[in-house]
């Protein structure tokens, strides 16, 4: 088989373009998503069980659907109900980038909502005992303990869902948009070249995906660096 190197390098511009909107829809349903998940999780938690069956029923239909009909069932099935269209959100959920954001942010924050719940259902009960015991009010342990003990312990599990996120973001181009995968099928309609062009393609969702867990690790390591342990000055003498 004949490998056109040209057509990559040609065409390397347009798959960066489409990289920047695969970046965007990323990054923002990632900070939406894990804004949602903190008062879901504390719901998820509490044992109030008319409190937790929002949560529940949200993880529930979020986690147990494909992205991909998810996707669909927003960007296609919204338009069927005429109070959806005559509502002041139509101009919205009628573009398909708007359409994509929501269901990403809905779905990673249904993933981030279990992550943090059983982060938080792992913080240790003495250190809430102690909190309760110096007086702290309900809202300070939430702050103070259990979020930041919570987010610690989540840190492993959640850079799996980052990652699942990146790669799930290639289904946007089902909906018309030129995410990093729609701006490949666009080139490859055009030159007939799939393997050369998903090559290229699937060499950026590599990149991004080493250039993340990378990040990712240094920041891990940065908010962990209190479990390392420590060389006394005894040993090192």
Partial sequence: MNWNWSVIFDNFPQLLEGTGL???????????????????ALMRVSANP???????????????TPLLVQLFLFYYGLAQFEWIRDSLFWPYLRE??????IVFTLNTGAY???????????????????????????????????????????????????????????LASTITLLDLTGMARTIIARTYMPIEIFFAAGCIYLALTFLFIQGYRLLERHLLRHQRPRVSATATS
């Fill in 96 to 101: 398909a980038y708007w359409c994509a954001l």
């Fill in 50 to 64: 008319l409190v937790r069956g929002l949560p529940v029923a949200y993880t529930f239909f979020f986690r147990g």
């Fill in 22 to 40: 695969t970046l965007e829809l990323v990054a923002l349903s990632l900070l939406a998503g894990g804004l949602i998940s903190i008062p879901l």
């Fill in 112 to 170: 981030t909502t279990e992550i943090l719940r059983g982060a938080i259902q792992a913080v240790p009960a003495g250190e809430l005992e102690a909190a309760q015991a110096m007086g702290m009010s309900r809202f300070t342990i939430i702050r103070r303990i259990t979020l930041p003990q919570a987010y610690r312990i989540a840190l492993p599990a959640y850079s799996n869902e980052i990652i699942l996120m990146l790669k799930g973001s290639a």
